[in-house]
């Protein structure tokens, strides 16, 4: 999509870590911005009171979306498994039923999300997912299948959407744009790191980045030494 047709964007979980970077970056590229959080989490958006537009309500609230969404070229979304009441299935299939056709939809989550198989983990990562899906569940906290459920039916839409893959995450400075592979396993991702405000610039380009559209890319830090690597290789 061109970034000139891009006007007016809806963050849902804007209150989030991820998603105040996206309200930074999607106000410096001058779009109309509206952002869906809890009522409660509406403080956190106080920095950017009276320049975006802030719906409060629950992100898998279909009603809260349809406001939200009216409008909007673009919907990104942060994919969060909190609970046991299918948070993330619902809030995904809010967006795909109620953004408008031709938007472009960006969600985020984790690179335990695999879209065709293809992915290769190591046997850490797979204890790792499996131990905390088990451990939240018992919980009653966190639902990853409910995540895996709400990318299945994002892969099964024929919308305009992008699934982007997180690998763990840390708080600095922006190194740039991550780079980025079809699949995990791919050595130009082994360093697992990347910054959350480079995640969030991910995300925001990814609206006006046509080659991204039905793509789930895996990310990883620019200057993560695995992706340094490969750029010198390829060099
Ligand atoms: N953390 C990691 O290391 C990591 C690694 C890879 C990928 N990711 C992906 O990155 C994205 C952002 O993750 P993050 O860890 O950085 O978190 P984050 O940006 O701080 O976002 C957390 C979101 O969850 C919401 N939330 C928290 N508790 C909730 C509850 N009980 N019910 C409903 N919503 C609740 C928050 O809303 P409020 O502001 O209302 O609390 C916020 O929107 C996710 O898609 C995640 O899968 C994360």
């Known amino acids: 999509m061109d970034a000139n047709r891009v006007k007016k964007v809806c963050i849902v979980g804007a209150s989030g870590k991820l998603g105040q970077y996206m ?33 409060p309500g629950d992100t898998n ?15 990104l979304t ?27 939809l960006v ?10 198989g293809k992915d290769h983990y190591s046997r850490l990562f797979r204890a790792g997912v499996r131990a905390s899906a088990w451990v939240g569940k018992a919980l009653r906290l966190v639902e990853i299948d409910d995540q895996v459920e709400a990318c299945d039916r994002v892969f099964a839409s024929d919308t305009r959407w992008t699934v982007v893959r997180g ?22 991702l082994a360093s697992d790191l990347t910054r959350r405000v480079d ?5 925001v380009e990814a609206l006006t980045d ?8 895996a990310i990883v ?13 390829r060099a």
């Open 61 to 75: 609230d279909p009603e809260v979306i349809r406001r939200a969404v009216e409008g909007c070229d673009g919907v």
């Open 221 to 233: 830090g620019r200057l993560a030494p695995s992706a340094v690597a490969h750029a010198r290789e």
């Open 78 to 104: 942060v994919l969060v498994p909190w609970g046991v009441r299918q948070y993330s299935s619902g809030t995904a299939q809010a967006v795909l039923d109620h953004a408008r056709p031709g938007a472009r």
């Open 210 to 217: 046509d080659s991204l559209v039905r793509e789930a890319p």
């Open 167 to 188: 690998s763990s995450l840390e708080e600095g400075e922006s190194q740039g744009l991550p780079v980025w592979s079809r699949h995990v396993g791919d050595p130009m």
């Open 23 to 55: 309200v930074q970056h999607a106000l410096d590229r001058g779009y109309e911005v509206v952002g869906v959080c809890r009522e409660k989490s509406v403080p956190k958006l106080a920095a950017f009171e009276g320049r975006m537009t802030v719906v």
């Open 199 to 203: 995640f969030a610039l991910f995300m």
């Open 107 to 116: 969600f985020s989550c984790g690179w335990h999300i695999t879209r065709d």
